[in-house]
């Protein structure tokens, strides 16, 4: 079973590639990174990896859908949530960036990581995304529990 989702994942990944079977191929041969354009199947929200890792552990509720792909890049320090393309949507916030068509990703297969990047959540094939009211919801609390946390300045 789960070799199946590693390969459902895998499709639906390297669908977003110019060139899917070479894409596939680059992957099977142990190339770890593919450059897949956002806009088309997904855009990706990018955040400092504290507010994404703490925004992660709060869309794992029991009454809320599962949630979608999720990329940590360990270098960057940032956690990129997959979401439907919008090509109006605008985000807005300190240190948010939204990757809509026009933009590239770089991505590990769903199955092993490559150099510094993960999936947190990997594709499992069926197209299913972070639903984006639920993201900002939960980015919006855990923005508020972070800076509840900051220090005050003088303390």
């Keep these: ?10 499709e639906w990944l390297a ?4 060139d899917p079977r070479a894409c596939k191929r680059a992957w099977d041969q142990g190339e770890g990174i593919a450059l897949l354009e956002a806009g088309r199947f997904w855009d990706v929200l990018s955040v400092p990896d504290r507010l994404g890792l703490l925004t992660l552990d709060l869309l794992w509720q ?3 859908p599962v949630p979608g792909p999720t990329l940590v890049d360990t270098a960057a320090h940032r956690v990129g949530f997959f979401l439907p393309p919008e090509p109006d949507s605008r985000w807005i916030g ?8 026009g ?8 199955y092993r990581p490559g150099r510094f990047l993960e999936w947190l959540i990997p594709p499992d094939g069926t197209g299913s ?3 984006p009211a639920t993201l900002e919801t939960a980015l919006r609390q855990a923005h508020g529990r972070l800076t509840a946390l900051a220090p005050v300045c003088g303390d």
Excluded: E, Q, T
């Excluded at 669908?15 to 110019?18: E, F």
């Excluded at 300190?94 to 068509?101: D, E, F, P, Q, S």
């Excluded at 933009?103 to 769903?110: D, N």
């Design 94 to 101: 300190a240190g948010l960036r939204h990757a809509g068509k």
């Design 1 to 10: 079973m789960i070799d199946a989702m590693w390969g459902y994942g895998v």
């Design 62 to 64: 029991p009454d809320l």
């Design 15 to 18: 669908a977003a590639a110019s």
């Design 103 to 110: 933009s590239w990703i770089a991505v590990p297969p769903p």
């Design 129 to 131: 995304l972070h639903k």
